[in-house]
C-alpha cells in the first residue's frame, strides 16, 4: 500500500486550517516527577482538555466538515469518545448522527452523545459488534460511516495533535500515544515524521486487546480475544483492510502493552500529582513511561493524554 495515498502529510496540514475555528490549542505541560522518574525530560500533552474533552473531536470535525452535502446522516461505532465528538460535530455543523456502543460504554461519554442530539445505540455486547451492527445500517441507510479510525479524514485530523505539539516544543524527539484501532497513531506518525524524519513514534496498548501486538508478530492483522479494561477506548478488534496496519507497521518505531494495573496507577499519578483528570484510554500512555515499558531516558518526550470523560462516582 502507498501510504501517500492513504494520509499524506499535505493532508494534515489542510486538516489543522480546517480545524483552526473548531477545536482548541491544548497545554504542552513538562512534569518534574515524570521527568525524574524516567531520567528523561517529559511533556504531556493534554488533549483531555480538548473539545468533548478527548482529541476525537479533531479527527470528527475534520471529517464531517468533508460530507458532500449538508444534512447528511452518519453512522459510527464508538467506545463512547469519538461517537461524543461525532455527535457534536453533527450538531455543529447540521448533520444526524447515529452512534453504536457497547452496552457498558461510560455513562458520561453516552450522556453526552445523547446531549449533542444524536440516536444513540448502546445495544452491542462488545465494540466489535457495535462496529457490525454500524457498518450494516450505514449501508441499509446509505448513510456516511465514519470510523473512529478507519478513514483518511480522521487520520488527518487526529494527525494535527502533532504539529502542534511539536510547534509548541520543537525539541521534542519521542512521542509516545495509547493505541486502539491505530488512527491517532497514524496520525501523529505521519504528521511529526513530515515535520521531524527521525523522530520517535511509540505505541502503548492494554494487555487486554493487543490487536497492534499480535498483528506485529504475525506479520498482519490477525483477530484476538479481547478481554475488559480499564481502557475501554482502546479496546475491540481492528477492522480487516484497516489503512492503519500498514501505517503502524511501517512507521510506528515501537508498541508495548501496559496492564490494568498499570493504567490504574497512571490514572492516579494524573490526578494526585498532576492535577490532571484521565480517563483510562487517555493515561494508557503514561503508563508506558511509568511502567518502565517504554524506555525515554535522556529524551525529550512528549505523552499523549488523549481523553478525561470518566464517569461520576456514584
Not at 48 to 55: A, D, E, G, I, P
Amino acid at each position: 500500500m502507498d501510504l501517500e495515498r492513504v494520509v499524506a502529510p499535505g493532508d494534515v496540514l489542510s486538516a489543522r486550517a480546517r480545524l483552526a475555528a473548531h477545536v482548541v490549542a491544548t497545554p504542552l505541560r513538562p512534569s518534574e516527577p515524570v521527568s525524574r522518574a524516567c531520567g528523561a525530560h517529559v511533556l504531556l500533552k493534554l488533549e483531555c482538555l480538548q473539545v468533548t474533552n478527548s482529541f476525537k473531536a479533531r479527527g470528527a470535525a475534520n471529517a464531517v466538515l468533508q460530507l458532500p452535502r449538508p444534512g447528511s446522516l452518519i453512522v459510527t461505532a464508538s467506545g463512547g469518545n469519538h461517537g461524543r465528538a461525532i455527535a457534536w460535530a453533527a450538531e455543529r455543523f447540521g448533520h444526524r448522527a447515529i452512534v453504536y456502543t457497547p452496552q457498558g460504554a461510560p455513562r458520561a461519554k453516552t450522556d453526552a452523545i445523547r446531549a449533542h442530539g444524536a440516536d444513540l445505540k448502546a445495544e452491542a455486547r462488545s465494540y466489535d459488534e457495535a462496529e457490525a451492527l454500524a457498518l450494516a445500517a450505514a449501508a441499509r441507510l446509505d448513510a456516511a460511516f465514519v470510523s473512529p479510525y478507519n478513514h483518511p479524514h480522521v487520520i488527518a485530523g487526529a494527525g494535527t495533535v502533532a504539529l502542534e505539539l511539536l510547534d509548541q516544543d520543537a525539541g521534542v524527539d519521542t512521542i509516545v500515544v495509547p493505541i486502539g484501532g491505530g488512527g491517532l497513531i497514524s496520525g501523529v506518525a505521519t504528521a511529526a515524521r513530515s515535520v521531524r524524519p527521525g523522530i520517535r513514534v511509540v505505541g502503548v496498548e492494554a494487555t487486554a486487546s493487543a490487536a497492534f501486538t499480535a498483528a506485529l508478530a504475525a506479520g498482519q492483522l490477525v483477530e484476538i480475544e479481547v478481554g475488559p479494561t480499564v481502557a475501554d477506548g482502546l479496546g475491540g478488534n481492528i477492522e480487516a483492510g484497516s489503512m492503519t496496519w500498514p501505517i503502524v507497521r511501517d512507521m510506528v518505531d515501537d508498541v508495548v502493552t501496559v496492564t490494568d494495573a498499570d493504567i490504574l496507577a497512571a490514572m492516579r499519578h494524573l490526578l494526585e500529582v498532576e492535577g490532571v483528570v484521565a480517563e483510562g484510554a487517555g493515561a494508557t500512555a503514561l503508563a508506558g513511561l511509568l511502567s518502565g515499558r517504554v524506555d525515554v531516558a535522556g529524551r525529550r518526550a512528549a505523552v499523549l493524554v488523549t481523553g478525561g470523560n470518566v464517569d461520576r462516582l456514584t
